[in-house]
């Protein structure tokens, strides 16, 4: 059975400084990692996904995660965050499909972004 | 674009009533999914459909039902609505079920049951 966890259920942040979101996930298959953005009252927006190859996987509004196979983690970065990066962030973890025969999707329990002048 | 949209955005229901969550996709994607967000926690899966009349359930799916008789529409349905139903509702979409592809989520439909 696949789980993931994030550490930190809230992370605090001046502006302009850097911030990293831990996830760590177990799954006795192959994984396919997603981390997701929800801003206040709105739906959930990809931020990046890794299916394979490199390791490092970049993402939209300067986001990056890497992917570390002997850690079991995929840490969420980003080198100077913005007010409007206020949000709550989801990591998930994939066997292969969203839901059915293809495989599942699991999310963490969220991570709380806040960011402050 | 539209996209996945939801309505109602907000609903009150009082315990033992029925009602009926809309989803509709104008993407002609194949897969559509319902999703549960409690407070605290991440996403649920509902139900999911494969295609105009094919659904399964996933891994919440008591108290809930669903009908695909077209492409573009999914709704949910709360039957004899208890508190613990009381939660966020996802609707989402996908061309195919894999990873490969991305999926969209609508914004969302917050529902209180008292």
């Known amino acids: 059975a696949q789980s993931v966890t994030q550490l930190d259920s809230q992370v605090p942040v001046f502006e302009e400084a850097p911030v990293e979101l831990r996830c760590n996930y177990s799954?006795?298959?192959?994984?396919?990692l997603f981390w997701y953005v929800q801003y206040p009252n709105q739906g959930l927006q990809l931020l990046l996904k890794y299916l394979s190859g490199s390791t490092l996987v970049k993402g939209i509004n300067g986001f990056e995660a890497e992917f570390n196979k002997s850690q079991t983690s995929f840490h969420l970065r980003k080198p100077s965050v913005h007010i409007s990066d206020t949000a709550e962030y989801f990591c998930?973890?994939?066997?292969?499909?969203?839901?059915?025969?293809?495989?599942?999707?699991?999310f963490g329990k969220g991570t709380k972004l806040s960011v402050k002048p | 674009n539209a996209g996945v949209t939801q309505t109602p955005k907000f609903r009150i229901l009082k315990i033992g009533q029925s009602m009926t969550l809309q989803c509709t996709q104008d993407m002609n994607h194949n897969y559509m999914y319902w999703y549960r967000q409690d407070p605290g926690m991440g996403l649920k899966l509902i139900y999911y459909s494969v295609g105009a009349g094919i659904t399964d359930k996933g891994e919440v799916p008591n108290g809930y039902n669903v009908s695909r008789s077209t492409t573009e529409d999914f709704p949910l349905r709360l039957e004899l609505a208890a508190p613990s139903q009381t939660s966020v509702y996802f609707c989402?979409?996908?061309?195919?079920?894999?990873?490969?592809?991305?999926?969209?989520f609508g914004e969302g439909s917050w529902l209180t049951v008292v």
């Open positions: 998930a973890v994939s066997d292969g499909g969203y839901g059915g025969s293809q495989g599942n999707l699991i």
């Open positions: 799954s006795s298959v192959s994984v396919y």
């Open positions: 989402a979409s996908s061309p195919t079920g894999v990873v490969a592809d991305t999926i969209y």
